[in-house]
């Protein structure tokens, strides 16, 4: 399905995504926060490796996928998430 700007007709739009980067950046921040303290319940030696090695995991996978998923929905419904090319203009579908 070809996408128009209601602007000039171009169909040279582009998707900014803001929510979905957004999103992505947030849930892989909360991701790592939690596999953090999670690992800090095995003590000393279990905080450090487990903190490092679940923030990592848990951050890169987990959060950062469910908080694009969720910033696709903020995209789609609440954001003026296209960009025409040529005049600028943004909106949504």
Sequence with gaps: MTIY???CSSTRIQTKNLGRKTG???????????????GS????????VGGVAG????GLFSGAAVGSSLGAVVDNSLLNNYQCR???YNFSR
Excluded: E, K, N, Y
Aim: charged residues 5%; aromatic residues 0%.
């Design 24 to 38: 992505s950046a947030i849930g892989a921040l909360a991701g790592a926060a939690r596999g953090a303290s999670l």
């Design 55 to 58: 923030a990592i995991m848990a």
């Design 41 to 48: 319940a095995g003590g000393p030696v279990g905080a450090l």
């Design 86 to 88: 040529d005049c600028g």
């Design 5 to 7: 700007c209601p602007q």
